[in-house]
């Protein structure tokens, strides 16, 4: 069954879609890319998200999101029979989510069914909601000797936890804190919007991370906290970049700061689990600055991307929401309760028929 994933996430830098043959417990890799997202409809995905926003913006930005996701779908050369859509979040919160893309315009524009919708019945059964991704790395990357860390540097950091030989019960996975979101906010107010993040970390280069800021940082509550947990732009949004501003540090040691404050809390998150490899996936992997932090955090932990495991480290998400697709179809559960905190494992989503 050919299936397609798409996957935009907190760093609203686009819109990542692959598609992937599954069969049985075997899957492969089709094709994958990354389209933009225009800069107006990116502006107006900005002003929704944790914001107070009129119903009617949110109404037809839904709308316009699952027109954006079925051209995604199209430019595909490969025709896919079901088609898995995790759309955009505009607010993830304690006991509620929401997040936009029209599965009925998607499905219409397609003639492809779609599932769509795939958090709220996890946080119905009273977990977070998230994350949901470590279902897909159990399946594909446990390993019978190794203690890995699967790590997802996408606008927020996630790792899962996989000890070796792991049983699902087993799995822990939690959010660690920022990924490329702070860094993101940065590099558009350094470049007065020119660039929507650091590419190839440039502009933290420019700078010194302040240490003073960061102990401050790293004295947030987020990160003692036990897991289940998750976060996102209602933490590190527009009130997390007002108070960074309101320092007066100088903006690339600002950016500097933020760019090392991601990999020491991955490596606060992690340290205990002690792992013998750590495979990270997702746009912070294109960061030397985050990569080269980790590695010297963890000299000891081999420290690879899912690139070495065939598996493009820009299309994992994308893949895994293919794959949950494909569980949702099967009316299987898609869910590790370890990693979500419900109270048992859940079917996911919704199924809009073609």
């Known amino acids: 069954m050919i299936i397609a994933g798409i996957m935009s996430g907190t760093s609203l830098d686009g819109i990542t879609i692959a598609a992937i ?21 990116r502006e107006r995905i900005l002003a929704v998200s944790n914001a107070e926003a009129h119903t009617g913006e949110i109404a037809k930005l839904n709308f316009d999101l699952g027109e954006q996701y079925a051209k995604a779908v199209q430019k595909l050369k490969s025709k896919p029979q079901l088609i ?13 989510t929401l997040q936009l893309g029209e599965a009925q315009v998607i499905a219409e524009r397609t003639q492809t069914p779609v599932v769509n919708n795939f958090r709220p019945r996890d946080i119905a059964a009273g977990g977070q909601g998230a994350p949901l991704v470590p279902f897909v790395d159990y399946l594909l990357f446990r390993s019978p000797k190794q203690n890995r860390v ?21 799995v822990t996975a939690f959010d660690t804190g920022p990924g490329n979101m702070v860094i993101d906010q940065l590099a558009w107010i350094i470049t007065k919007g020119k660039q929507s993040y650091d590419k190839g970390g ?9 240490q003073q800021l960061l102990q401050a940082l790293l004295t947030n509550k987020y990160y003692k906290k036990h897991p289940p947990k998750s976060c996102g732009r209602e933490q590190y949004g527009r009130e997390f970049i007002a108070y960074l501003l309101a320092t007066q540090i100088d903006l690339y040691d600002l950016i500097a700061t933020a760019t090392l404050l991601t990999p020491v809390t991955i490596f606060e998150a ?85």
């Open 202 to 210: 440039r502009l933290a280069q420019k700078g010194k991370p302040n």
């Open 150 to 170: 699967l790590l997802n540097i996408g606008g927020i950091a996630n790792v899962t936890i996989l000890p070796a030989a792991a049983k699902p019960e087993q």
């Open 21 to 41: 043959d599954r069969n049985g417990k075997r899957w492969s890799l089709l094709e994958y890319s990354t389209l933009p997202y225009p800069k107006k409809l």
């Open 84 to 96: 898995g859509c995790h759309g955009q979040t505009i607010f993830h919160g304690p006991g509620c």
């Open 270 to 354: 992690i340290k205990d689990s002690n792992p013998d490899q750590l495979i990270a996936s997702g746009g912070g992997t294109n960061n030397p600055q985050i990569m080269n932090h980790l590695r010297g955090l963890m000299p000891k932990t081999q420290v690879q991307t899912t690139d070495d495991y065939g598996l493009p480290a820009e299309a994992k998400e994308a893949v895994a929401f293919a794959i949950l697709a494909h569980e949702t179809w099967l009316r299987r559960p898609g869910t590790l309760p370890s990693a979500t905190g419900a109270k048992h494992a859940v079917i996911l989503g919704q199924i809009t028929p073609a």
